[in-house]
């Protein structure tokens, strides 16, 4: 394994107990410089990932990377999360006074509790890395990733994210519960508490980078991509999705899997890379017929993915 992605992937460990697989695809996501939707129940640490994250990254004067939480409400307002350009009264002239957005790591919690119009203020930053006020653009320092989350247990005081919205997280993921000797070993010690105030940083923002730009040159054979390439297709002909994945989710797909071969120790893809991830980065993108439920996405798209890496393959 990659000295860096071992020392990203064990500091986060100590805080997030039992999880090993999520935070191998976590890892992925944003060394493939992708953002992350995690959709789960309360209680269960998303918002503590974020945090955590942003404890293990410094620069290189041992300052830690700029990390800000935005909470979604309902009165939230697009300029609260972008900035605004105010008037100063001292040199009569207008100043821009930056968003939370322009950070290297930005926590969204419970994105899917504001509006569509405030949803859409993240929509330029995400695809384009730069946010635009007036005549003027503005980009966040690099590394720049966005952690959103969202409770999918509750209706009442929510808006569900629009496809444009979707469309710009690399991979969907999901926690879950842990084991009963993690869930033991959290109650013990309170890592989020006890250990997350401790943490010291673990690597530097140019050894963060550099380790991204490692993921992209990861090799993937031409048969692997011609299989990507048949699973993103499928989904826009199959008679259950009304709504198939873009050209964007191919290229998320291709460069999570590179970097999730990078977090396993390969400087190549496989097979079983593609099959791990095409439920994750292709399933919050994709629309269901009325005929179906939302939940039944993922045996779809499971299915289409083996049948096309089984035709590549043999």
Request: net charge negative; proline share 8%; with cysteine.
């Given at each position: 394994m990659n000295e860096s992605v071992k020392k990203l992937l064990d500091?986060?460990?100590?805080?997030?107990?039992?999880?090993?697989?999520?935070?191998?695809?976590?890892?992925?996501?944003?060394?493939?410089?992708?953002?992350?939707?995690?959709?789960?129940?309360?209680?269960?640490?998303?918002?503590?990932?974020?945090?955590?994250?942003?404890?293990?990254?410094?620069?290189?004067?041992?300052?830690?990377?700029?990390?800000?939480?935005?909470?979604?409400?309902?009165?939230?307002?697009?300029?609260?999360?972008?900035?605004?350009?105010?008037?100063?009264?001292?040199?009569?002239?207008?100043?821009?006074?930056?968003?939370?957005v322009l950070a290297n790591i930005v926590l969204a919690d419970e994105i899917n509790r504001t509006t569509p119009k405030t949803q859409s203020a993240l929509l330029e930053v995400m695809a384009e890395r730069q946010v635009t006020i007036g005549n003027a653009s503005y980009k966040p320092k690099e590394p720049f990733f966005v952690i959103a989350t969202e409770n999918p247990v509750e209706s009442e005081g929510t808006f569900p994210l629009p496809a444009a919205q979707l469309d710009r997280f690399m991979v969907r993921l999901s926690m879950g519960y842990p084991d009963r000797d993690a869930e033991l070993a959290i109650l013990?010690?309170?890592?989020?508490?006890?250990?997350?105030?401790?943490l010291e940083p673990v690597m530097t923002r140019t050894e963060f980078l550099q380790t991204q730009a490692d993921a992209g040159g990861v090799f993937c054979h031409q048969t692997l991509k011609e299989a990507i390439i048949d699973i993103i297709r499928a989904t826009r002909v199959h008679e259950n999705i009304t709504l198939g994945a873009s050209p964007r989710a191919g290229l998320h797909f291709l460069a999570a899997v590179k970097a999730l071969a990078l977090v396993r120790g390969r400087d190549f893809v496989i097979d079983e890379d593609v099959a791990i991830l095409c439920a994750p980065a292709l399933c919050h993108r994709l629309k269901t017929s009325r005929s179906i439920k939302s939940a039944d996405i993922f045996p779809i798209i499971r299915r289409i993915c083996m049948e096309s890496l089984e035709e590549r393959i043999a």
């Open positions: 500091g986060i460990q100590k805080v997030i107990r039992g999880k090993q697989e999520f935070l191998e695809l976590l890892t992925a996501c944003v060394l493939a410089k992708g953002h992350v939707l995690i959709e789960d129940n309360p209680g269960l640490g998303k918002t503590t990932v974020a945090k955590t994250l942003a404890r293990l990254i410094a620069d290189e004067d041992g300052s830690p990377l700029v990390c800000k939480r935005i909470q979604f409400t309902p009165d939230l307002l697009p300029y609260d999360i972008t900035g605004v350009d105010v008037f100063d009264p001292e040199t009569r002239m207008f100043r821009f006074v930056p968003g939370p013990e010690d309170n890592p989020a508490e006890n250990v997350l105030s401790e």
